[in-house]
């Protein structure tokens, strides 16, 4: 079975300060990791891989620094790294950047993609879905169980209050959830093939056969208009005691602020 | 001049961190108090390749570079110095002798299992009579036919009863002193190779140190390793590697203390502002990451001399005397920093501190290294 990993590297945002008077990130200093819940989807692809035979290829669109993040899935375990790096591609929104993932995972060939549920410097989570759409693939969000049989996936999808059980017939495009794995370290050898046996395969729009119209800031249809960092929250507070008393000190609190009376 | 780590180098860090913080972390304190050895995690380490890590692919290791490894080493001993030497005496003391002075069918059967971390090695140089002085053995290898017969005792192995192979000296012929000390590549499970006292000690409590026995122990002929009565030399080449192990775990220790004092510097409060605002308390810090990052640079550049080939011998040494001192004095002002609480087991900096004390002794003395300095500049 062959698998596509779309990752992407993003600013560790456990880390990241906003600039008081900008309202902007300061990016400077900031680490660039894979994306978190991309890992998960490299892991499940790997655990695929494993059981059923076939071959991981990671993709991602970007500058060439984002070449490390494809280095440390490769040094996970995945086989092919897939880089789309080309200025056309710059500027893109997440329609445009799907429709381009969509395109070279047509020229790559696969029986399943696999995304992370969203990126966390975006957090749209639009890239999967919509990425199905452009391939016209059947997807199933937010899994946290994945089984093949037969030519069919069947996955557990997280709900608010369950999960539902979907089956699909492959190809199809999955996006997961942290809940899905534990993702594996880095392996020592893994690291050395990565960055000094294994290259990385870079495509730019030619190379994929991309309709100019549809890519980079061209291919928007969406644009920001204005970006600011919300109102930080009040500290919340934490009430410590037996559950007796915390719930004394809860109700106290509720009602002195009207909440109950 | 290039100071920058390479790639590859910065995902081991980040790699040994995350493994160290997520997987060691949790239970660094545990097997301190426990002494119980950590056989789980040693065995993940072993299979994401920590145990073997310069050791050639061919040979069931990474093929890394002997930066890496120290990268590595400090960055488990940040969390747990008792997993750092676990780690350190399998790559440095175990796989690195047989990768060099092993034989292809000896590779093939000890030094695979050993890098890939299958299983796991000792290194019995030390006896109770034989410390700083290890060429005064009294371990004896007579010859029979196409055999050894062993017997003698060995002291503070590390990893003794927990590995499945050991690397040992003997002497075979008595009458040449260091020149008639030989090296064996022993199974443990040998009829007449037995675990004697278990150490229990003041540090480093979630590794095991223990005493070898050997009773009329036989050998077969093909597991000498190197030539007979060049044993010695073996040893003192394999402990220049060692020191690099160590000095890095002298390095993680410190780092571990200098980390811990920043953050309670910080958070700690008295005369109504966090003590950090204090001089006293700023020179330990200053003194402590100044001492570090001469130290880090001093253990990165032993290591480096040896990926390139170059004599590591006195740059080793140094390494190791200086991390192993700065260590000390770090883990000593974290508590200072800390006052009551860093006595106290509630914070991690005395247990960083009785770590610390073992890096100033094993694999050769403070006092050793500088007989190694001074020994190699005024021949």
């Not at chain 1, 280095?71 to 710059?90: T, V």
Request: aromatic share 8%; charged share 25%.
């Amino acid at each position: 079975m062959d698998i596509i990993v779309c990752v992407k590297q993003v600013p560790d945002t456990t880390d990241v300060k906003i600039d008081p008077k900008t309202g902007t990130l300061i990016r400077e200093g900031v680490p660039s990791i894979v994306n978190p819940d991309d890992k998960h989807a490299i892991e499940e692809a790997l655990r695929l891989k494993e059981k059923h035979g076939g071959k991981v290829t990671v993709l991602s669109m970007g500058p060439p620094q984002a070449g490390d993040a494809l280095r440390e899935a490769s040094a996970m375990g995945a086989d092919d790294m897939i880089l789309l790096c080309d200025r056309a591609f710059a500027g893109a929104d997440t329609w445009a950047t799907s429709y381009t993932l969509g395109e070279a995972a047509k020229k790559i060939g696969y029986d399943l993609i696999i995304c992370g549920r969203e990126a966390i410097d975006g957090d749209t989570a639009q890239i999967g879905p919509q990425m199905a759409e452009h391939l016209e693939l059947p997807q199933i969000t937010y899994v946290r169980k994945v089984d093949v049989d037969n030519g069919k996936i069947i996955c557990e999808r997280a709900l608010e209050d369950g999960y539902e059980r979907v089956e699909a017939n492959l190809p199809a495009l999955l996006t997961v959830i942290s809940d899905v794995n534990k993702p594996r370290y880095p392996s020592v050898r893994g690291i050395v093939e990565a960055y000094q046996e294994k290259e990385i395969t870079t495509w730019t729009a030619a190379d994929i056969q991309a309709d100019e119209k549809c890519i980079g800031l061209d291919g928007s249809p969406t644009s920001v208009k204005k970006s600011f960092a919300p109102e930080p929250k009040g500290e919340g507070e934490i009430l410590e005691g037996t559950t007796n008393e915390v719930c004394k000190q809860l109700v106290a609190k509720l009602m002195d602020k009207n909440v109950v009376r | 001049m290039e100071f920058a780590l390479n790639k590859e180098q910065e995902m081991i860090r980040k790699t040994a961190r995350e493994f160290a913080e997520n997987e060691i972390g949790p239970i660094a304190a545990e097997i301190d108090e426990t002494t119980e050895f950590p056989k789980d995690t040693v065995k993940k380490l072993g299979e994401l390749g920590f145990m073997g890590m310069t050791v050639p692919k061919e040979y069931g290791g990474a093929g890394m570079d002997d930066v890496s490894y120290a990268i590595a080493v400090e960055e488990i001993s940040r969390v747990c110095a008792s997993h750092g030497v676990t780690m350190s005496v399998n790559n440095s003391l175990v796989c690195w002798p047989l990768q060099k002075y092993g034989t292809e069918e000896q590779k093939q059967k000890y030094l695979i299992p050993l890098a890939n971390g299958e299983k796991l090695g000792c290194f019995g140089l030390t006896e109770p009579n034989a410390g700083t002085d290890a060429g005064s053995q009294t371990t004896v290898a007579r010859k029979e036919g196409d055999k050894y017969i062993i017997n003698g005792s060995k002291v503070f192995i590390t990893n003794a009863s927990q590995s499945q192979t050991a690397i040992i000296f003997a002497m075979t012929d008595k009458s040449k002193g260091t020149r008639g000390i030989s090296t064996f590549v022993v199974d443990t499970d040998t009829p007449g190779f037995s675990i004697g006292t278990i150490e229990q000690k003041m540090g480093i409590r979630g590794s095991v140190q223990a005493e070898l026995v050997f009773e009329n122990m036989e050998i077969p002929q093909e597991n000498l390793l190197g030539k007979e009565g060049r044993g010695f030399g073996l040893a003192m080449a394999t402990l220049d590697g060692g020191r690099i192990g160590i000095a890095s775990q002298a390095l993680g220790i410190a780092q571990a203390a200098y980390e811990e004092s920043v953050k309670y510097a910080k958070e700690r409060e008295q005369f109504g502002k966090p003590i950090a605002k204090f001089q006293a308390i700023q020179w330990f810090i200053a003194d402590m990451a100044t001492e570090i990052d001469a130290a880090r640079l001093m253990v990165y550049k032993a290591a480096f001399d040896k990926w390139q080939g170059k004599p590591y011998t006195v740059s080793a040494a140094m390494a190791k005397f200086f991390a192993s001192d700065i260590a000390m004095n770090a883990t000593r002002n974290a508590i200072q920093i800390h006052g009551g609480y860093g006595y106290t087991k509630e914070y991690p900096v005395e247990r960083f501190y009785r770590d610390a004390k073992i890096t100033e002794i094993y694999e050769g003395t403070t006092e050793v290294q500088k007989m190694v300095i001074a020994g190699n500049l005024l021949k």
